[in-house]
């Protein structure tokens, strides 16, 4: 009987210890977390979606929008099939039929492995794929609604308009062009529901609700043209293969409130796609990358010296009979041909690297550098771009005699193009700045305001403007590119063709050639640049940049009712 007794006190004293453990272990040791159980059972709530703001055209059409898609995830407390069930169905529906086999084992031996009771499977999910996989009626399986970016014109404008990716906490982010200028701006701000709840999980009558009300991104509405665009384009493309160039740039401009009607350059990207490309085709190269202009960054130098009095329009040069040398350089001209007594105009119209070392005299080193950063030279422009860069100028001190003459054609000089559109806009525009601007307006919620443009000073006097652009106009009609001029429209413009640099000497069968020029001369509806690298069919700008021009202008002078002057 005692022996009865002892053994009973014995399992009572197990159970009273075990007992006394267990109360230990779920007071103290999961206290934290029951508590933390309780209350979200008791609180509950949601995370209120803000949808990224719009990038539109200049017709309120889009180049970016936001559209819905979802996470798909796995809950694998709720999971009724195998793993590779699971994984069997959702890479069916998923993927293609190239990724399908790679991605289900992917799948399954995430959900096999993995200790996460909540698995995300792919993100950015269409809702009609969404709902696809709703009616296989897969345990486990459910979703969470995220936002993806629609470019509805795929690689149009892809440099202007950028694209969304994501940063290192894998949320959402813009990068390049407008999505990376703008990216703050275009950014909502999501809201919470935060409430009550009871163990069912419903709410509670007379709970407290807390609600912070989510803003959506600002919508861009740009000076992009679409149709401008398009066949910017269109022609570049055209143009490159004609040509043989490796890559190129068009850059179409207003010059009276400097926004950007259209902007190419090729290679490019698909925005959508971005992650297939590598980092190089991401770049802008018309507001990051820097080039010796060569000739067409003569009616820059020579606007100058009319405006300071340096010389007139019908200066004579009395060194333009032959080669001129300058410390131990000789500086002849581009075609080897001379024309002795050359007036400043015949300068512009037969391109004479000769005649611009005599205005680069008549200038001097100081008053050149004052003008060239007047016109914007050496800084950046404050286009709304991501990743513009300033392309520095030597400072004041440093120009040397040698320096000022190769500057006045355009050699020993770099630029970006939309430093060099910007500086043309100068001219155009009676001798007034105006910085280049992608964005005409923001608007949310029905409220639009305009974003002014940036009106600088006066470079030039309009006397000036209005001598270089008459040189220009001379040159478009009798100069090397004359043949392929239309006739009777009033284009004021110039070629350059400027050799390329190469471990420290030029090379003369690689060029850049490009043609700037603006109409009607007297009253400006667009300026363009036209640009292209290494042309193959020829290194001349008069028979690969200006004919290119001609094609594009040709387009735009019924567009913008552009009538011909004779």
């Known amino acids: 009987m005692q022996k009865r007794v002892f053994v009973v006190g014995i399992l009572f004293g197990v159970a009273a210890v075990t007992l006394v453990g267990r109360l230990f272990f779920w007071q103290v040791i999961k206290a934290r977390e029951l508590s933390a159980s309780a209350r979200l059972q008791y609180e509950g709530g949601s995370r ?26 796995v809950a694998k407390n709720e999971m009724e099939d195998s793993p590779e069930e699971v994984a069997e169905t959702l890479s069916a529906v998923l993927y293609t039929e190239e990724e399908r086999e790679n991605k289900k084992i992917e799948i399954e031996n995430i959900l096999s492995d993995t200790d996460s009771v909540w698995v995300p499977i792919k993100h950015k999910v269409s809702t009609d794929v969404k709902k696809n996989i709703e009616a296989m009626g897969v345990d486990g399986v459910g979703f969470e609604r995220e936002e993806d970016r629609f470019y509805p014109e795929a690689s149009s404008s892809a440099h202007l308009v950028g694209f969304v990716g994501k940063d290192d906490e894998g949320m959402d982010k813009g990068y390049f062009g407008l999505e990376g200028y703008y990216d703050l701006t275009l950014t909502g701000n999501p809201g919470f529901l935060q409430g009550e709840f009871d163990a069912s999980g419903a709410p509670i009558a007379f709970g407290e609700v807390k609600e912070v009300t989510a803003s959506n991104g600002v919508d861009l509405i740009t000076h992009i043209d679409k149709r401008v665009q398009f066949l910017v384009e269109e022609k570049l493309k055209n143009g490159l293969e004609a040509y043989g160039a490796s890559s190129g740039m068009v850059i179409v401009m207003d010059p009276g409130d400097g926004g950007i009607m259209a902007a190419a350059s090729f290679p490019s990207f698909d925005p959508k796609n971005y992650f297939e490309y590598g980092d190089e085709f991401f770049r802008n190269p018309i507001v990051s990358d820097a080039f010796e202009p060569g000739s067409v960054f ?16 019908d200066t004579v040069c009395d060194v333009c009979g032959g080669p001129v040398k300058v410390d131990k350089y000789t500086i002849e001209t581009w075609d080897k041909k001379y024309y002795p007594d050359s007036t400043m105009t015949d300068v512009i119209v037969h391109s004479d690297n000769v005649g611009m070392t005599f205005v680069g005299q008549r200038l001097g080193a100081e008053k050149l550098y004052d003008y060239l950063v007047a016109f914007g030279f050496g800084e950046v422009t404050g286009i709304d771009l991501q990743g513009e860069s300033r392309a520095k100028i030597r400072e004041k001190k440093d120009w040397s005699y040698v320096d000022v003459a190769t500057a006045t054609f355009g050699q020993g000089i770099a630029v970006t193009p939309i430093q060099l559109i910007k500086a043309f806009s100068v001219i155009a525009n009676d001798g007034v700045a105006v910085s280049p601007q992608v964005v005409d307006k923001i608007a949310i919620s029905g409220w639009e305001r305009d974003v002014e443009p940036e009106i600088g000073g006066q470079v030039i006097s309009k006397e000036a403007a209005d001598e270089i652009t008459k040189m220009m106009v001379y040159a478009a009609e009798k100069g090397e590119a004359k043949w392929t001029a239309v006739k009777g429209f009033g284009v004021a413009g110039k070629t350059g063709t400027a050799q390329i640099p190469i471990a420290g000497h030029y090379d003369d069968e690689k060029t850049i050639a490009s043609f700037v020029g603006f109409a009607p001369y007297d009253r400006p509806k667009f300026v363009m640049l036209v640009s292209l690298r290494e042309p193959q069919s020829s290194q001349w ?14 387009e735009l002078f019924p567009y913008f009712s552009i009538q011909p002057k004779y």
């Open 48 to 73: 209120i979606h803000a949808s990224r703001g719009s990038i539109k055209a200049s017709d309120g059409t889009w180049l970016a929008a936001s559209v819905e898609s979802w996470l798909v995830y």
């Open 298 to 313: 003569k009616p820059i130098v020579m606007a100058s010296a009319l405006d300071i009095g340096a010389v007139e329009p």
């Open 541 to 554: 700008a008069s028979e690969t940049a200006a004919p290119l021009w001609y094609s594009i202008a040709n």
